[in-house]
């Protein structure tokens, strides 16, 4: 009977609320340790593909273009591999100091809305898609200012 009460006893200990933030705060890196790793594969597979991409327009391209792609579509390729670096920056900062930044958040929206603008297929979509996009670029835009002006006030 010793060992059971032993072991209720800690497991009681374990719910306590430091304790149990503990348990939370290791989940939590634990995670981001996965999502790093699974973003790094991701990072390494769209960048072999935008490789592959690349080498395969450059040597089958017609005599007209150097690239049979149009060159938007490449751009987004690289722009899918920057959002996955910032998404990584975001995840390491996360371990580095167990808070999100705000301002490395905000930096990625920027960068996907601006990724979608300009890979913007006008035959897709209608103006006033184009239009929101524009309204959420200048929010966050103004977000981005506000928490610099409240980062360097301090």
């Known amino acids: 009977m010793k060992k059971s009460n032993n072991f209720f006893?800690?497991?009681r200990e374990s719910f306590k609320d430091e304790s149990?933030?503990?348990?939370?705060?290791?989940?939590?890196k634990f995670t981001a340790k996965i999502l790093t790793i699974v973003l790094l594969f991701v990072i390494l597979v769209s960048l072999f593909d935008l490789v592959v991409i690349l080498f395969k327009d450059v040597w089958n391209s017609e005599p007209i273009g150097f690239f049979s792609k149009t060159l938007i579509e490449i751009f987004g390729l690289f722009l899918n591999i920057l959002i996955a670096l910032e998404l990584l920056d975001n995840?390491?900062?996360?371990?580095k100091?167990?808070?999100f930044h705000v301002e490395l958040v905000i930096v990625t929206a920027i960068i996907a809305i601006a990724r979608k603008i300009i890979i913007f297929d006008t035959s897709k979509y209608t103006s006033s898609d184009?239009?929101?996009l524009g309204f959420s670029m200048a929010a966050?835009?103004?977000c981005y200012w506000l928490v610099r002006q409240v980062k360097y006030d301090k």
Request: net charge negative; glycine share 4%; aromatic share 20%.
């Open 9 to 11: 006893e800690r497991f």
């Open 20 to 28: 149990f933030l503990e348990i939370v705060h290791g989940f939590e």
């Open 91 to 95: 995840i390491t900062a996360y371990l």
């Open 97 to 99: 100091k167990n808070v």
């Open 130 to 132: 184009l239009t929101a």
């Open 140 to 142: 966050l835009t103004f």
